[in-house]
């Protein structure tokens, strides 16, 4: 069965750190991190894929987020720096076969998500 498993959410105070990392059980041309919080749309973060490398969908997160990649591993990596209230949300990583895309509906196999809760 393929899946995506993710680990590393948590609790932190604003201006603290988390690390999140998305274990694929094969390897995927494109993995890619969203978030939704609550009473939001899920929103397409930052993606890593073999055919056009890291790619950012929010600006919000650029400057601050930095996503690595694994492949001997199938492992995805978001390292989170300098978070923010707004940042809390429930993280997922999704995968795909072929380019990379911000749009949710592309993607067929997700994580179980994991959630991070930033406190003022």
């Known amino acids: 069965q393929v899946q995506l498993v993710e680990s590393g959410g948590g609790s932190v105070q604003s201006g603290g750190s988390l690390r999140l990392s998305c274990t694929a059980s094969i390897s995927f041309s494109c993995m890619v991190w969203f978030r939704q919080a609550p009473g939001k749309e899920r929103e397409g973060l930052v993606a890593f894929g073999v055919l056009g490398g890291i790619i950012y969908y929010a600006d919000s997160v650029k400057d601050r987020f930095t996503v690595s990649r694994n492949n001997a591993k199938n492992t995805l990596y978001l390292q989170m720096d300098s978070l923010k209230p707004e940042d809390t949300a429930m993280y997922y990583c999704?995968?795909?076969?072929?380019?990379?895309?911000?749009?949710?509906?592309?993607?067929?196999?997700w994580g179980q998500g994991t959630q991070v809760t930033v406190s003022s």
């Open positions: 999704a995968a795909k076969s072929g380019p990379c895309s911000a749009i949710s509906g592309l993607y067929k196999i």
